[in-house]
């Protein structure tokens, strides 16, 4: 199992740009699925993106996909999330999950589907 570790949150302005990192520590990071997802105090746990194992096939939502990239390096262990353009709305605590992989293309787009969690990052947006 690897454990993963969510950093790069923080304030930012309206049109604004984060880059979210999942760091993994443990088993062989390349062997696991990562998928990222959001939650809003209230609301249930939203799927943002997900990767495979190798980096080669992505899922990014339908609301974030002109905004949001996935990607990851298996060298340092870390899958990055790019946000460009943010919005109020993309406010929220942004958690990172892990899974043995599908296949080196395959990826989860339920949270269910995810068996390692990271703590959390905080993203707000606001002016």
């Known amino acids: 199992q690897v454990q993963p570790a969510e950093s790069g949150g923080g304030l930012v302005q309206p049109g604004g740009s984060l880059r979210l990192s999942c760091a993994a520590s443990?088993?062989?990071?390349?062997?696991?699925?990562v998928g990222w997802f959001r939650q809003s105090p209230g609301k249930e746990r939203e799927f943002v993106a997900a990767?495979?194992?190798?980096?080669?096939?992505?899922k990014v939502a339908d609301s974030v996909k002109d905004r949001f990239t996935i990607s990851r390096d298996n060298v340092k262990n870390t899958v990055y999330l790019q946000m460009i353009n943010l919005k109020p709305e993309d406010t929220a605590v942004y958690f990172c999950g892990s899974r043995l992989g599908p296949g080196p293309t395959g990826y989860y787009v339920r949270s269910s589907s995810y068996d390692s969690w990271g703590q959390g990052t905080q993203v707000a947006v606001s002016s």
């Open positions: 443990g088993d062989t990071f390349s062997r696991y699925a």
């Open positions: 990767i495979s194992r190798n980096g080669g096939a992505t």
